[in-house]
């Protein structure tokens, strides 16, 4: 059975603080996904990665770093938290797709709920 | 990825099929459709995609038009846990854009 779990399902930070959001998948994927959630807007993409220490760019980058040391991790960290980073934040994993191939199921994480007051 | 339009809800009585449609008109020839979708409290789960034929497996089916400008995903007998959100998505690659996606109701 796929795992993806992540390090907390709550978490409240204050404004300023660094926050680290920890993903671990147990499947052996290449593919690891963070993505956030809110009301309205749906999951947006915010980083992607194919392999250890490579990242992509997703839809809203911006205020937030990754780092992927191995392969099983991959990390999501908010440099300096703002309120408008409140937010569910979801972590994805799945194989790498072939190139013109479909791309694989993606696995979620339960989500953890940050609040930034 | 081709943008997609879904209805914002539907509602379906249990045990009757449910078909959610989706428009993706500016579906490029190697974009495949991808169907999630998302229980309250969950993260997304996997259902179903398609490149131009129809498919089916234990969960759904799809149905994907000849000129793939629409599709159709299909529960064919509703329960109360099919009550979800159901993202409709086109994309090529391993990166997927979720939309708003159709909140999908399942009454008793």
């Known amino acids: 059975d796929v795992k993806v779990t992540q390090s907390s399902r709550y978490l409240v930070k204050r404004t300023g603080e660094k926050v680290f959001l920890e993903c671990v998948q147990d499947?052996?994927?290449?593919?690891m996904f963070w993505y956030r959630q809110d009301p309205g807007l749906g999951l947006r993409l915010i980083y992607f990665?194919?392999?250890?220490?490579?990242?992509e760019k997703g839809d809203i980058p911006e205020g937030y770093s990754v780092s992927r040391e191995k392969k099983e991790r991959f990390s999501l960290i908010l440099e300096s938290a703002s309120t408008n980073q409140t937010s569910m934040y979801l972590c994805?994993?799945?194989?790498?797709?072939?190139?013109?191939?479909?791309?694989?199921?993606?696995?979620f994480g339960p989500g953890t709920r940050l609040t930034v007051t | 990825d081709a943008k997609t339009t879904q209805p914002t809800s539907m509602d379906c009585a249990e045990g009757r099929a449910a078909n959610l449609p989706c428009n993706h008109s500016?579906?490029?020839?190697?974009?495949?459709v991808y169907w999630y979708r998302q229980i309250h409290s969950q993260g997304p789960q996997y259902i179903i995609h398609?490149?131009?034929n129809n498919e089916t497996n234990e969960m759904a089916s799809l149905i994907i038009t000849e000129d793939r400008k629409s599709s159709t995903l299909i529960l064919p007998h509703a329960t109360l846990r099919d009550t979800a959100v159901y993202y409709c998505?086109?994309?090529?690659?391993?990166?997927?854009?979720f939309g708003g996606g159709t909140r999908l109701m399942v009454k008793p």
């Open positions: 990665s194919y392999d250890v220490k490579m990242k």
């Open positions: 998505i086109a994309s090529l690659g391993n990166m997927l854009t």
């Open positions: 499947m052996d994927h290449e593919n």
């Open positions: 500016t579906i490029s020839g190697n974009e495949y």
């Open positions: 398609g490149l131009k």
């Open positions: 994805a994993s799945s194989f790498l797709g072939r190139f013109g191939g479909p791309s694989y199921e993606q696995y």
